[in-house]
C-alpha cells in the first residue's frame, strides 16, 4: 500500500473524489484536502501530507494548469520523483512538467473506472515501488522503498597535484563517490550538478548544510603524482559541524578503485546505515578493472563538458583518447558511449566521414542502460526523417537518466529542429541546471523564448549566460562558442557596445568555428536588428557548412525570421541545399 497525495483545482472536485474512490479500492491511501478537519492549518497540512507521500499524483486540467497550489504541489512531485501526472480532456501539461508522460484520462466523467486506470495503478507501483498484486509482494517492496535515513552532500575534492591540468582526475574521484552513494537505498545524496556549484568556492560547511537541508557534507582532496595518489576525506556534521569520520590513503594509482570503494563504505558506517544483503554490492561499479582506461575516460570526459563548443579539434581529441581507453578495456561501455556522442558531433556538425553508430552500438550491448547511446541511435534516425522512432530513443533515454545533461540536451536541441520550440525549453533549463559552465544551452533558452514572445525571460536568461560565457572565456580567451553566446546575452541586456568587441574578438580569435559564426548571426539577426551584419555573419556561415543537422536547425529557428525573406538569405540555402542534394 502507497500512501498517494492528490492534487487538483476545485473546479474538478468531483473528479477528484471518484479518483480517490478508484485509488483507495486497488488498496492505496488517498489524501486530498477534502480530508482536513475544521479548525486545521491549511498549509500545514498539505505540506505535511505532501512530505509523506510515496507518490504525488496531479489531475491536469484547462483549470489547474493555471492554479499556482497545482503548480506547487506538481513541482514537489517532479523534483522528487514521485510525480504521476493526469490529463483530463485535451488538457496540456503547463511548462516544466511536458516532458513527463501524463496518462491521458479523457472525457471520463467520474463514473467507474476510467479507462487508463490500470496504467495509472502501474505508474503508482513504479514511483511508490511497491506492486499491488499479493501482500507478500507488497510486503517485499515495503522492505526495498525505505524512505532516506540520513542525507549527505559530497563536495568537489579539491585537486592538491599542483597541476590544473590534473582537475578531471579529482573531479572524476568526486563524481563516482556520488554515484557510489547514490544507490545505498537509505541515504539521500545531494545531485553532482548542486554540489559542484560550490566548486572552488570559500565555503562554511554549516552554511551548504543549511542551504541544502542536508545531514552530513563530504569534503577532500586529490593529489596525483607519477604512479602514487593521496586521497583525504572527512565526513562532518552538518549541525554540530564536527568530525564523524576522516582518513588519509596514500597508494599506488592503481588501488583507485579500492579508496573510492573503502571511502563510501566508510560513510555508510559512520552514518551506522543498515543495509540489507544486496545493498551491500551496490559501490564498486566503474565499469572497468583498468585504471589507466579510466584515466583516460575521465580525461576524455573532462574535454566533453569543458571544451570549446563546436570546436572540431575538441571532439576528435575525445575520439582519440576514447579509442586509447577501450583499446586498454574493450569492454568499457562508458568509454564506448563518450566516443560515440564525439563521433556523432564530427558527422553531424562538422560533416566528417566519422561514424558514430557502431560505437553506440557496442555501447549498449555491453550496458543497455547507457543513456547517451541512445542519444546517438536518435540522431541517426532524426537524420533519417525517422522523427518518431527519434523520439522514442530519447524517450527511451529519460526514463532510464531522467538527470542526464547529454539526455536532457538532445532532447531539447530534437524538439528545437522538429519545430516544437516550446517544448525545447523545460530540456534545455534542465540541461542549464544540470552543468553550471553550460552557456550554450542559455543562449538556446534565450533564442526559444524569444520565438514563444517571452521576453523577460530571455533577460532572466541572459545574466547567467553571460556569467557562463565570461568564466569560459577566462580560462580559454579563444572560446568563440563562449564569445559569440556573450554576444547574445550582451545584446539582451542592452549592452550593445561590449558586444561589437566580442564580436572582433571572436572573428579573429576562431574564425572558423561553424556554431560561432552561426550564432553571431542570430545575435545580429534577432537582437540587434542589423541584417546585412546577419547577412555578412551567415555568408561565412553557410560556405564552412556541410551537414543537414545544421540545415534543419537554420530552418526552425525564430532568431532568422528577419533574414529569411532576404533575397541574399534565400540564394545562401538555396545553394547549401543543393550542395547537399535535397533541393529546394
Not at 517532479?78 to 496518462?103: E, K, M, N, S
Not at 548542486?194 to 554549516?206: L, N, Y
Not at 579510466?294 to 571532439?315: S, T, V
Not at 568563440?480 to 542592452?494: D, H, T, W, Y
Request: hydrophobic share 45%; charged share 25%; aromatic share 8%.
Amino acid at each position: 500500500m502507497a500512501k498517494i497525495f492528490l492534487s487538483y483545482a476545485r473546479e474538478n472536485a468531483d473528479a477528484a473524489k471518484a479518483l480517490a474512490e478508484c485509488v483507495d479500492g486497488a488498496g492505496h491511501e488517498v489524501w486530498w484536502d477534502r480530508q482536513i478537519q475544521g479548525g486545521s492549518r491549511f498549509a500545514s497540512e498539505i505540506d505535511q501530507a505532501l512530505k509523506g507521500a510515496d507518490a504525488i499524483i496531479v489531475l491536469w486540467s484547462k483549470t489547474s494548469v493555471d492554479s499556482a497550489w497545482v503548480q506547487d504541489e506538481a513541482a514537489e512531485g517532479r523534483d522528487t520523483g514521485r510525480l504521476v501526472p493526469l490529463t483530463l480532456g485535451d488538457c496540456r501539461p503547463p511548462l516544466g512538467f511536458r516532458q513527463f508522460h501524463a496518462i491521458a484520462l479523457g472525457n471520463w466523467n467520474g463514473a467507474g473506472e476510467p479507462d487508463a486506470f490500470g496504467e495509472l495503478i502501474s505508474a503508482i507501483d513504479k514511483v511508490a515501488g511497491c506492486v499491488t498484486v499479493t501482500p507478500a509482494a507488497i510486503a517485499k517492496s515495503a522492505a526495498q522503498s525505505r524512505r532516506p535515513d540520513t542525507s549527505v552532500c559530497v563536495l568537489p575534492f579539491v585537486n592538491m597535484s599542483g597541476d590544473p591540468e590534473q582537475e578531471y582526475f579529482s573531479d572524476g574521484i568526486s563524481e563516482d563517490i556520488i554515484t557510489d552513494l547514490s544507490k545505498v537505498p537509505s541515504l539521500s545524496v545531494i545531485a553532482r550538478n548542486t554540489a559542484f556549484m560550490f566548486k572552488g568556492r570559500s565555503i562554511d560547511v554549516k552554511e551548504v548544510a543549511r542551504d541544502l537541508g542536508v545531514d552530513h557534507v563530504l569534503e577532500g582532496s586529490v593529489r596525483k603524482a607519477g604512479s602514487r595518489v593521496r586521497i583525504t576525506a572527512q565526513l562532518i556534521d552538518g549541525t554540530a559541524g564536527v568530525h564523524l569520520w576522516a582518513d588519509r590513503f596514500d597508494r599506488e594509482l592503481t588501488d583507485i578503485f579500492a579508496i573510492q570503494d573503502e571511502i563510501s563504505k566508510a560513510i555508510v558506517g559512520a552514518l551506522q546505515l543498515k543495509l540489507l544483503p544486496e545493498e551491500k554490492k551496490v559501490t564498486g561499479a566503474r565499469g572497468t578493472e583498468s585504471v589507466d582506461a579510466y584515466n583516460l575516460y575521465l580525461m576524455a570526459r573532462q574535454q566533453w563538458i569543458d571544451g570549446i563548443y563546436g570546436d572540431i579539434r575538441k571532439d576528435e581529441a575525445i575520439v582519440r583518447i576514447c579509442k586509447q581507453a577501450v583499446l586498454l578495456d574493450p569492454n568499457y561501455a562508458r568509454a564506448w558511449a563518450l566516443m560515440a556522442l564525439a563521433q556523432a558531433e564530427l558527422r553531424f556538425w562538422h560533416g566528417t566521414t566519422e561514424d558514430a553508430l557502431p560505437a553506440a552500438e557496442r555501447a549498449l550491448a555491453l550496458n543497455p542502460d547507457l543513456p547517451e547511446a541512445r542519444c546517438v541511435k536518435a540522431r541517426y534516425l532524426e537524420h533519417e526523417d525517422r522523427e518518431a522512432e527519434a523520439m522514442e530513443e530519447i524517450a527511451a533515454a529519460l526514463r532510464i537518466d531522467p538527470e542526464s545533461w547529454e539526455v536532457n540536451r538532445e532532447a531539447a536541441r530534437l524538439m528545437f529542429r522538429l519545430g516544437r520550440i516550446r517544448e525545447a525549453i523545460p530540456f534545455f533549463e534542465k540541461s542549464m541546471d544540470l552543468v553550471k559552465g553550460d552557456f550554450h544551452s542559455g543562449g538556446m533558452l534565450m533564442t526559444c523564448y524569444r520565438g514563444v514572445g517571452e521576453l523577460e525571460s530571455v533577460r532572466r536568461i541572459a545574466v547567467p549566460t553571460l556569467q557562463r560565457a565570461e568564466a569560459a572565456i577566462a580560462k580559454d580567451p579563444a572560446n568563440g562558442a563562449a564569445l559569440a553566446n556573450g554576444v547574445s546575452a550582451l545584446l539582451a541586456i542592452g549592452d550593445h557596445d561590449r558586444a561589437k568587441q566580442w564580436v572582433q574578438r571572436a572573428l579573429l580569435l576562431d574564425p572558423d568555428n561553424v556554431s560561432m559564426l552561426y550564432n553571431l548571426g542570430c545575435g545580429y539577426a534577432a537582437l540587434a536588428g542589423d541584417v546585412d551584419s546577419a547577412l555578412e555573419m551567415f555568408e561565412k556561415f553557410f560556405e564552412r557548412l556541410k551537414r543537414t543537422t545544421i540545415l534543419k536547425h537554420s530552418e526552425a529557428d525564430p532568431d532568422l525570421d528577419s533574414v529569411r525573406d532576404q533575397p541574399r538569405f534565400r540564394e545562401m540555402m538555396s545553394s547549401a541545399r543543393q550542395r547537399m542534394g535535397l533541393g529546394d
